[in-house]
């Protein structure tokens, strides 16, 4: 049980591009899901919190104009990077969680490459 | 806001020596605390959790400590194999419900070598 799916797991898109990332919880419903950004031999960087039906939550120096969140249902979130520059390339793993447990289960994370 | 530390950022053991990981934390109010195993290009993925109701926690060859006083929590694994090679990361939280959210180590560099 508890398996996030993500998709897709690798974009390369041009500058000034938008690019969209899912991010699904198959086999249980997911109250909150998390966004975060690893660049490489990096520890990982919650950009923002989402929960299901409300506006996500921003991390300090996170666009949320730039990084749109959507959390329309228990089982799907997804992170649009709008106007993609090269300086955004980066692994954007989700990860989700249930009401009450805290552990969060992660996506396979999407690698971008804005060129 | 959370602070985590972990050391040492890069650890390389013989197979089957002991490997310990050490983190500190910054809010006492942080009561729960993950480790997380990431390989290359992979998920991070939970290998370990311990509560601030509970001082050790063991699962096989893996174990975990917290000392609450000192704010610092402790991976330790045992008879470690070429397989345990891996990027780990701890992590700590304060479980306020929806608003709770992890806070994450730098990452270990675990190198198991033959």
């Known amino acids: 049980g508890a398996v996030v799916s993500q998709h897709p797991s690798r974009v390369i898109c041009k500058s000034g591009t938008s690019v969209k990332i899912e991010c699904r919880s198959l086999d249980f419903q997911a109250t909150t899901m998390f966004w975060y950004r690893q660049f490489p031999k990096q520890s990982l960087m919650l950009m923002a919190t989402s929960n299901e039906g409300s506006k996500a939550t921003y991390e300090q120096g996170v666009e949320k104009d730039k990084f749109l969140i959507n959390h329309a249902s228990l089982t799907l979130s997804t992170l649009t990077v709008t106007s993609a520059h090269p300086e955004d390339s980066s692994f954007y793993i989700c990860?989700?969680?249930?009401?009450?447990?805290?552990?969060?289960?992660f996506g396979p994370g999407t690698r971008l490459l804005v060129l | 806001g959370e602070n985590v530390e972990q050391h040492p950022s890069t650890l390389s053991v013989q197979e089957g020596d002991s490997a310990v990981i050490k983190c500190t934390y910054s809010?006492?109010?942080?009561?729960?605390f993950p480790w997380y195993k990431q390989e290359l290009g992979k998920r991070p993925q939970l290998i370990i959790d311990?509560?601030?109701?509970?001082g050790e926690k063991k699962d096989q060859r893996i174990a975990v400590t917290l000392n609450k006083t000192a704010k610092h929590f402790s991976l330790h694994i045992t008879e470690t194999q070429p397989e345990d090679s891996a990027v780990y990361f701890c992590a700590a939280s304060i479980n306020t419900g929806t608003a709770s959210k992890l806070t994450f180590g730098t990452g270990t560099r675990l190198q198991v070598t033959l």
């Open positions: 990860s989700a969680r249930a009401t009450g447990p805290e552990t969060q289960y």
């Open positions: 809010d006492s109010a942080s009561n729960y």
């Open positions: 311990i509560r601030s109701n509970v």
